[in-house]
């Protein structure tokens, strides 16, 4: 399914003067305008984004058990494809189970198509990497569609065997495979994907500047990189730091779904800048996914979907309640749901 975004979805590159301090504090950055723009050249400032003081190892901890515990339910409610829909501006929340699902769908195909993968470089595509990959739906729609090579990497065993279980029905081990491995550390060789996929794993990692850098180490010279990720706003020139009742808005997120702290859009472009990376471009698709918390909500409260979160456990039914911050989130402008993209220098 085709769309065209409409140009306030767009955001451009911000300025590269301003360099990030943390996560807690980013840099005063102005706001983005409708317009989008790309770089032609990259920042070699220093860069450092830094982890909240969450423990790297409780929180690696952390997020396993959570998918152990909810990608069942996940998978039984909304399929396989553990992500947003994307939907046009003026969607209806009231889309059948199917609609939301095509969305999802819409989702990636939209985000390979913002990254400028045309059918010509589809071609030239044979190796994969899905950094959290979920039960594996983004890997296995993309190896399908380009005939590639896909490995996945999730944190959560559970998340793994149920990966290669669907891959192994669907005919496609030979072309998937799924395995544990921390994004931080990923297990390959350097330069070894053409495509490098993230969609919505960015906000579990509690360091985002060796996230990128780990993303930018396995992608082949040329190879395409895609983040999809949840965001906070951008700040305000002048601005230190969010207000206090965004970033506590945010916290009690962060307590639900094991998240560390947030970052902009705009800090992962000057992440990528600091890398040498091309054709960098950014985009804030939150009126895009607006109507996709809502119909989870409705869906959890039919009922299938409270018996199915009773069965699932506590982590479940913390994660449904916590559900409405989402939705006030995006509603009062303070989470963002970016895409970020560019390309490896030859």
């Known amino acids: 399914m085709k769309a065209t975004l409409a140009p306030s979805s767009l955001t451009s590159l911000l300025p590269r003067h301003n360099k990030l301090s943390s996560l807690r504090s980013p840099p005063s950055l102005r706001p983005p305008s409708s317009a989008l723009m790309t770089t032609k050249t990259a920042s070699r400032g220093s860069v450092a984004v830094t982890a909240a003081a969450t423990s790297s190892s409780a929180l690696r901890e952390g997020i396993a058990e959570f998918y152990n515990?909810?990608?069942?339910?996940?998978?039984?409610?909304?399929g396989d494809h553990m992500h947003h829909g994307f939907?046009?501006?003026?969607?209806?929340?009231?889309?059948?189970?199917?609609?939301?699902?095509?969305?999802?769908?819409?989702?990636?195909?939209?985000?390979?198509?913002?990254?400028?993968?045309?059918?010509?470089e589809e071609k030239k595509i044979k190796r994969v990497v899905d950094v959290g990959c979920g039960i594996g739906g983004s890997s296995r729609y993309i190896a399908s569609k380009f005939g590639a090579e896909c490995i996945g990497i999730t944190l959560s065993?559970?998340?793994a065997k149920r990966a290669n279980d669907l891959a192994a029905s669907q005919s496609l081990s030979d072309k998937v495979s799924f395995q544990v491995a921390d994004a931080l550390e990923q297990?390959?060789?350097?330069?070894?994907?053409?495509?490098?996929?993230?969609?919505?794993?960015?906000?579990?990692?509690?360091?985002?500047?060796?996230f990128v850098k780990e993303l930018v180490r396995v992608a082949a010279p040329g190879g395409r990189i895609i983040i999809v990720t949840w965001c906070h706003r951008n700040l305000s020139q002048g601005e230190e730091a969010l207000q206090p009742w965004?970033?506590?808005?945010?916290?009690?997120?962060?307590?639900?779904?094991?998240?560390?702290?947030?970052?902009?859009?705009?800090d992962y472009v000057e992440?990528?800048?600091s890398?040498?990376?091309?054709?960098i471009k950014c985009a804030d698709w939150s009126e895009n996914v607006a109507p996709f918390w809502p119909a989870v909500i409705r869906t959890a409260l039919t009922w299938k979907g409270l018996v199915s979160l009773l069965r699932s456990?506590?982590?479940?039914?913390k994660g449904a309640l916590t559900m409405p911050l989402m939705i006030e989130g995006y509603k009062k402008g303070v989470i963002k749901f970016g895409i970020i993209t560019c390309q490896k220098p030859l």
């Open 246 to 266: 965004e970033q506590n808005l945010l916290d009690r997120i962060c307590k639900t779904f094991y998240l560390p702290a947030w970052c902009s859009t705009s």
């Open 275 to 279: 890398l040498s990376l091309q054709d």
């Open 313 to 317: 456990g506590m982590k479940s039914i």
């Open 69 to 78: 515990e909810t990608s069942g339910l996940w998978e039984e409610i909304w």
């Open 271 to 273: 992440l990528l800048q």
């Open 157 to 159: 065993p559970v998340q």
């Open 87 to 120: 939907y046009d501006p003026d969607s209806s929340v009231q889309l059948s189970d199917s609609g939301h699902r095509e969305a999802q769908i819409r989702m990636i195909e939209e985000s390979l198509r913002f990254a400028g993968v045309t059918e010509e």
């Open 187 to 210: 297990p390959f060789e350097d330069g070894k994907f053409d495509l490098v996929w993230s969609m919505e794993s960015g906000e579990h990692m509690p360091d985002k500047a060796k």
